[in-house]
């Protein structure tokens, strides 16, 4: 690994077999997409270097891990965000290493991306895939419904929706196991101390809420999550507020929890029929709860402590 004196942006365009290396020269080239690959990287690079890459369906952890390991600062942004700054510096070209030197450039314009630990990479990993088998269970279940379906048809449905809830159970109980063996055990044991938070809450929030977010102002937690408002107001037209992108599985794992509330808990019922009196619709009341919910788990995180109606005033 070469030495550095000076900051060192370079980025990397992450396919499933090829890594397109950009260096700040210009000049790129392309490795495998392996360990033998990436370890070829780590030697081409100047130590402490930032390098830059895209989200890509898991395609990129190997490489995110193993150059974090190797010493280097390793920015994983949005494919969203990375192709507008492409975009709005007027290139329109796309290819392999055309993307990886905008990665480079990425590195140095926009926010650093926040930032999961090994073991939430690992459990996010593992909790994601829970999530997606659950979602084929419950298309399974409803192509069940279907008044054309065959006695045959749904016959296979029943067996593969036995099959897929059995290795659900399974997964969940692993999840369990690895979790309370892991650095986010106290975490997730915190989480499920907040009412009408389940094991399927607490698993959610605690891999997809970064180590920092308990740490961040509410206004950045909820946008984290997709679930601050942003006006469309140009002029003289004022457009209605809107929830844009965000984490969207940390705001699809605090629905049910809003739900629970709004009928159990004295604040959530408030909030959500003064919000409906005021002419807003179920959308926007229930946004409101559960951007409350998630600002209660980050104080519970943020304080270490279990949850109380009433937190400890401190001094």
């Known amino acids: 690994m070469k030495s550095v004196t000076q900051e060192f942006y370079a980025g990397i365009d992450v396919s499933s077999e090829w890594l397109d290396i950009a260096s700040p020269d210009k000049?790129?080239?392309?490795?495998?997409?392996?360990?033998?690959?990436?370890?070829?990287?780590?030697?081409?690079?100047?130590?402490?270097?930032?390098?830059s890459m895209e989200s890509s369906g898991a395609y990129e952890?190997?490489?995110?891990?193993?150059?974090?390991?190797?010493?280097?600062?390793?920015?994983?942004?949005?494919?969203?965000?990375?192709?507008?700054?492409?975009?709005?510096?007027?290139?329109?070209?796309?290819?392999?290493?055309?993307?990886?030197?905008?990665?480079?450039?990425?590195g140095k314009i926009l926010p650093a991306p926040v930032v999961k630990?090994?073991?939430?990479?690992?459990?996010?990993?593992?909790?994601?895939?829970?999530?997606?088998?659950?979602?084929?269970?419950?298309?399974?279940?409803?192509?069940l419904k279907a008044p054309d379906a065959s006695e045959a048809v749904k016959s296979s449905l029943k067996k593969l929706i036995l099959a897929l809830s059995q290795e659900i159970e399974s997964l969940e109980a692993?999840?369990?196991?690895?979790?309370?063996?892991?650095?986010?055990k106290t975490n997730y044991e915190l989480l499920l101390s907040i009412p009408n938070f389940g094991k399927v809450t607490a698993r959610l929030l605690v891999c997809e809420?970064?180590?920092?977010?308990?740490?961040?102002?509410r206004s950045k937690i909820a946008?984290?999550?997709?679930?601050?408002?942003?006006?469309f107001s140009s002029g003289k037209r004022e457009g209605l507020r809107r929830i844009r992108r965000g984490?969207?599985?940390?705001?699809?794992?605090?629905y049910m929890p809003a739900l629970q509330s709004i009928r159990r808990a004295a604040w959530a019922k408030d909030l959500y029929s003064r919000l409906r009196s005021r002419g807003r619709g179920h959308q926007c009341a229930i946004v409101a709860v559960m951007r409350k919910i998630l600002t209660q788990a980050a104080s519970v995180l943020r304080r270490g402590e279990p949850w109380t109606e009433k937190p400890p005033q401190r001094n």
Do not use: W
């Open 27 to 51: 000049k790129t080239f392309r490795t495998p997409n392996t360990e033998e690959g990436i370890r070829k990287v780590i030697s081409q690079l100047p130590q402490g270097a930032a390098i």
């Open 61 to 106: 952890r190997l490489a995110a891990r193993m150059l974090k390991k190797a010493g280097f600062t390793v920015f994983v942004f949005n494919p969203y965000s990375t192709r507008q700054l492409s975009l709005a510096r007027g290139k329109k070209a796309k290819t392999d290493a055309l993307d990886a030197q905008n990665l480079a450039e990425a």
């Open 117 to 143: 630990t090994d073991d939430q990479m690992a459990l996010a990993s593992l909790s994601r895939h829970i999530q997606e088998l659950k979602s084929d269970c419950s298309d399974m279940k409803r192509r």
């Open 174 to 184: 692993e999840f369990e196991k690895q979790v309370k063996s892991s650095s986010l």
């Open 209 to 217: 809420m970064t180590s920092d977010t308990a740490f961040l102002t």
């Open 223 to 231: 946008s984290y999550a997709g679930l601050a408002p942003m006006d």
């Open 247 to 254: 984490n969207s599985r940390l705001k699809a794992a605090l």
